[in-house]
């Protein structure tokens, strides 16, 4: 059984200096910004101060809405799940493709006022190993609550742009331990990851691994399939 | 590096507000900078935010075993006159700057260099906060480590003539912080956003008994049993206090039992400041429910038990920069009517953790909500209080600074991927 190795990260914040005041300012500059902003604006509001009970999942969807009062962009730009696609390129091109045919349909240019512009950021992401290792999936139960929330972010957000499929590392650790553990993978799954804090999600996933994981859940899970091989 | 037992002793009483794992991910990320040389150079050893951000970040930084310290320039009074005007000018005041006091801006900052040169030449990280000591790197040609500009005023108006000038000595700078990106202006290094924070364990923000607020207010005459509405800040138009004291009378209508306490520092040396406390306490004449605080300075412990006495606080700004003074009443578990401007849009979120307003009138509305439904007061306190602490305490901030140091210590990649 290969261990889990618990590693951390944090994020730094660069200003890349560009900003739209329009839905057409946002699509030209989404051409060729770097794919780092991409990132930055879907997955690294996450781990920078705001309020995390947000309306909408991405930054763009959150300023279509504030900046420009465009709720039907707002909405088409929020429903982009961007663990659906392959990589940031994919992931620009969706956008563009869906600001486009916003653009078409609207008549009117809408304007975002001086001070609620958009404004373009990326992200350095720092990662480094805690030295933590799990052997077994039952230390879960206690290693999760006590994980930071980078730890969170590296392994259930950032993990699905970074492993060859979308999946969080929890899952993929666990779908590879056996069938037995395929419920609790399903569990983890139904935790949404775009609408509540890191803070929150690590509560969320805390309770997930006490119910399947603690001791006398499992012997029952483990009785079960043993019924079932049967 | 060892950290000494009474620096371990501050860790832990971060953790105590800040909760432990934030405290073992900074321990893990000061593992990565063990014995770094960080020097941190500024104009004042105390007085104004700067101080007040490095009189804690230096020792937590040190408690983590980085090798950190911090240097004070010294300058003469055209110096300051100089800074002073950069502050207003880059803020956005047309004043032009006579070339002798630039003159005296240089020459301070050479003889400093001169003074400085072997600790800054020997650090691996300098960092040089606000425009006062920006020309130092230029004397330092032989430099071995990282410089970081760290800008701590909204940058987003300049007078340009004056940024034009200033801008010259911040080219060469490795990085610069900017607290927000509406701040920043363009620069040929990476610009790192990093919002300010405040101290959970100073006097200000430390848990106050509520015995103590109350006998604050009755030395003001406030009266502890009837609502309270509170805005701090200094006497200035950006501030709207007129505007408050608008909001504050169209509540009073619905609920005659209110008072309002406006209380700032003093503004002798503040004639535009002076000005504004005049039309305030006219405009708040014949009215005893109105407190007008505005001679001499305030102790922190007197600012805290204000914040804790008071039921509502406003910050009806016109024009704000981050507006700390919405985060510390956020952390006394205060719900927050704001204004919709500057860096207290990150902060307030309507009926989660406080109110955006952009009238008096928007403000009245949210007064006489939350008055109404008293029970919010404490569910929007509660929930603003947790936003602080998870974001704006000063572990975050010395977190984003660490990571920084690790970026530019690793060669900036977009990811670092270490041990």
Known sequence: MLDFAIKDCVLAMIAEGRRAQTLRELRDALRDIHPGCIYHHFWGTLLRPQFSDREFNNDFATWCHHGLHDDAMAERLAVIDPAHFVDLEELRHELIEVIDERLDEIETVLFARADRQFHFARSVIVVFDTHKRLSHPQELVEAVPQMSVGSIFYHFIDARQRNPVPVDDFSAWLVGLGPEYAAVGESVAEVDPYFESLFVIRQRLTEVFSQHLSRPSQEKASRRLEEQMA | ?419
């Open chain 2, 1 to 419: 590096m060892t950290a000494e037992p009474s620096t371990m002793g501050m860790l832990d009483r971060y953790a105590e507000h800040a909760g432990a794992d934030a405290i073992e991910q900074l321990r893990q990320l000061a593992g990565l900078l063990t014995g770094l040389k960080v020097v941190h150079v500024n104009s004042t050893r105390r007085g104004g935010g700067v101080a007040e951000i490095l009189e804690t970040m230096v020792p937590l930084m040190q408690a983590l075993g980085l090798d950190a310290s911090w240097e004070v320039i010294e300058g003469n009074e055209d110096f300051f006159a100089c800074t002073k005007s950069f502050h207003n000018t880059l803020q956005g005041k047309m004043l032009d700057i006579s070339p002798s006091l630039l003159r005296a801006y240089e020459e301070v900052n050479a003889a400093n260099a001169e003074r400085l040169r072997p600790v800054l030449k020997a650090a691996d990280i300098v960092i040089i906060h606000d425009p006062q000591p920006a020309p130092l790197l230029s004397h330092c040609p032989e430099r071995r480590g990282k410089w970081i500009w760290r800008c701590h005023i909204d940058l987003s108006h300049p007078y340009r003539p004056v940024w034009k000038y200033l801008r010259r000595f911040l080219l060469d700078y490795d990085a610069s912080i900017f607290s927000l990106d509406a701040f920043a202006q363009p620069m040929p290094h990476p610009v790192y956003l990093i919002p300010p924070s405040i101290d959970p364990l100073t006097e200000k923000n430390l848990p106050l008994d509520p015995a103590t607020a109350r006998r604050v207010l009755e030395e003001f005459s406030i009266d502890p049993e009837r609502p309270v509405l509170l805005q701090i800040s200094r006497f200035d138009r950006f501030k709207d206090p007129l505007g408050v004291i608008q909001a504050y009378r169209l509540a009073k209508e619905f609920v005659p039992s209110l008072q309002l306490v406006l209380a700032g520092g003093s503004a002798a040396d503040d004639p535009e400041g002076q000005t504004v406390v005049m039309d305030v306490r006219e405009s708040a004449e014949g009215d005893p429910d109105i407190h007008v605080l505005s001679s001499g300075h305030y102790s922190d412990q007197t600012i805290n038990s204000l914040q804790t006495g008071a039921d509502i606080v406003l910050q009806k700004s016109l024009r704000e920069g981050f507006g700390l003074t919405v985060t510390e009443a956020m952390w006394k578990g205060k719900p927050v009517i704001g204004g919709n401007t500057g860096g207290i849009r990150l902060q307030l979120v309507n009926h989660e953790t406080g109110f955006l307003v952009d009238t008096p009138e928007g403000a009245a509305l949210r007064i006489r909500y939350l008055l109404a439904e008293r029970s919010r007061i404490g569910q929007i306190g509660e929930k603003a209080r947790e936003f602080v602490r998870q974001n704006f305490l000063r572990t975050r901030h010395l977190r984003e600074y660490m990571t920084l140091m690790v970026a530019l210590t690793h060669g900036n990649a977009d990811r670092i991927e270490l041990g």
